[in-house]
């Protein structure tokens, strides 16, 4: 059993020897080689669009070509198509729609039934490219914000995609452009998903994964989710976390107050329980040409990688359907998004 899964071993349920060695890919050097490349200063800080984002687009399209992902836009990796930004001000003239290209590969599902569902991994592949006038630095690497949640995305794909026996239903792991410009991406692809949005289970969006440096204090062997207590997702997603030796929490209150911040609102407008996993909120170089690959810890990030990862294995293996918490008011309006988005009266 890998080092990881044995030191929980007595406490938790044991995991099937494939899928812990599956997840025991997950490796710190395999996630700072990634990092280090996105957030490298020859992609200029990959804004929308630019010639950095079309490299990064390159490079995560072709990870996910090693992993023997299934292209799932048509025959390419690539969904490309153009969205207007969201306006400036109310009174401010409508903008110049912006060209877009998601990455998109997919992880066909083993049950002849719920292989027609899907759950979603994502991160946000673009940042805010490169400020001219200023003195020093001027490149926004953005290693952390969002570098991290990608490389975080190509490495749990490299480990589900070695199993013998994929989980249930598909996965679809996704690199959104744009999202420093309003959810341009995740916008983009709720208008033309590549699941429908009545079959998408759950989305698992990464933001933030290698800063441990939080300014709310430090953070070690823990992430939070935001919206946690919204669906079912997030009590799922602890448990998940505990079989692989990290703690995926709610913060208080962060986790209800960030939801709305990041590409799973997008998901989450049109229904789907959709979540992002964060291990801090604000760290010192936030939006910041400081965000620079050597600043994060690959140890812990790759420990809480591994977590997420059985986590997506769990929700993508679950033939329950993955509801949101009527309990709870702040989830309501998803909730109502979700009947209609699966023909509910």
Request: charged share 20%.
């Amino acid at each position: 059993m890998p080092c990881w899964a044995a030191a929980v071993a007595a406490a938790q349920p044991a995991l099937a020897p494939e899928v812990a060695a599956a997840i025991d890919r997950v490796s710190a050097n395999a996630l700072r080689a990634h990092v280090s490349f996105l957030a490298s200063d020859l992609l200029e800080g990959r804004a929308t669009p630019s010639r950095g984002a079309e490299i990064a687009a390159e490079y995560i399209a072709a990870q996910f070509r090693r992993a023997g992902l299934e292209p799932a836009a048509g025959e390419s990796y690539f969904q490309d198509g153009r969205i207007t930004p969201p306006r400036r001000s109310p009174n401010a003239p409508a903008p110049e729609p912006v060209a877009v290209r998601n990455v998109i590969g997919a992880l066909p599902g083993s049950d002849p039934e719920l292989a027609a569902t899907c759950v979603i991994v994502s991160a946000h592949y673009d940042h805010l490219g490169e400020r001219q006038g200023e003195e020093g630095d001027t490149i926004y690497n953005g290693a952390n914000d969002d570098a991290s949640g990608v490389s975080a995305v190509i490495e749990i794909a490299q480990a589900l995609a070695s199993l013998r026996s994929a989980p249930k239903r598909s996965i679809l792991f996704i690199a959104f452009a744009g999202e420093e410009r309003g959810r341009l991406g995740s916008r983009f692809y709720v208008e033309h998903p590549v699941c429908p949005l009545g079959k998408t289970a759950a989305g698992i969006n990464l933001e933030q994964l290698g800063r441990t440096d939080d300014v709310t204090g430090p953070v070690t062997g823990a992430a939070y989710v935001t919206g946690f207590d919204y669906s079912d997702v997030g009590p799922l997603l602890q448990q998940a976390g505990e079989q692989a030796g990290v703690r995926l929490l709610k913060h208080e209150p962060n986790s209800d107050k960030f939801f709305t911040g990041s590409d799973n609102l997008s998901l989450a407008l049109a229904g789907v329980p959709a979540h992002t996993i964060s291990v801090g909120f604000i760290f010192p170089d936030y939006h910041r040409p400081g965000d620079h690959w050597d600043k994060l810890d690959y140890a812990n990030m790759a420990r809480v990688v591994r977590g997420i990862a059985l986590g997506v294995y769990e929700l993508a293996n679950r033939t329950e359907p993955v509801l949101w918490n009527d309990a709870n008011p702040l989830a309501e309006r998803y909730r109502k998004a979700r009947a209609a988005a699966q023909g509910a009266p």
